[in-house]
């Protein structure tokens, strides 16, 4: 059982900057898929950055080259730094991570973005 803390949510002018934090109960090593996802009011929950183990990480279109995901192994911690943030991107955010042949989610945080 892997759990998931996020944090970093909240309210942001457009053009603004937010980092969001997930906390793994897990060491990295055991992780072969991390990534992060996002649920808008009335939209199903989409892909935002997917960082396969040793692989290459994969950006939806909409947030190529405004975001970045990264890790920090001896903390356990992945981040989601996100720039020129724009209205659109309003969301729960959620991190996702596959041990094995289990997927785990974080309890998400809102991002709200104001024009």
């Known amino acids: 059982q892997v759990q998931l803390v996020e944090s970093g949510g909240g309210l942001v002018q457009a053009g603004g900057s937010l980092r969001l934090s997930c906390a793994a109960s897990?060491?990295?090593?055991?992780?072969?898929?991390m990534g992060w996802y996002r649920q808008g009011p009335g939209k199903e929950r989409e892909l935002v950055a997917r960082?396969?183990?040793?692989?290459?990480?994969i950006y939806a279109e909409y947030v190529k080259g405004r975001f970045t995901i990264s890790t920090d192994d001896a903390k356990n911690t992945m981040y989601l730094q996100m720039k020129n943030l724009k209205p659109e991107d309003t969301a729960v955010y959620y991190c996702n991570m596959i041990v094995g042949m289990r997927g785990y989610w974080g309890q998400g945080t809102q991002v709200t973005v104001s024009s």
């Open positions: 897990a060491t990295f090593l055991s992780i072969n898929v």
């Open positions: 960082m396969p183990s040793g692989g290459r990480t």
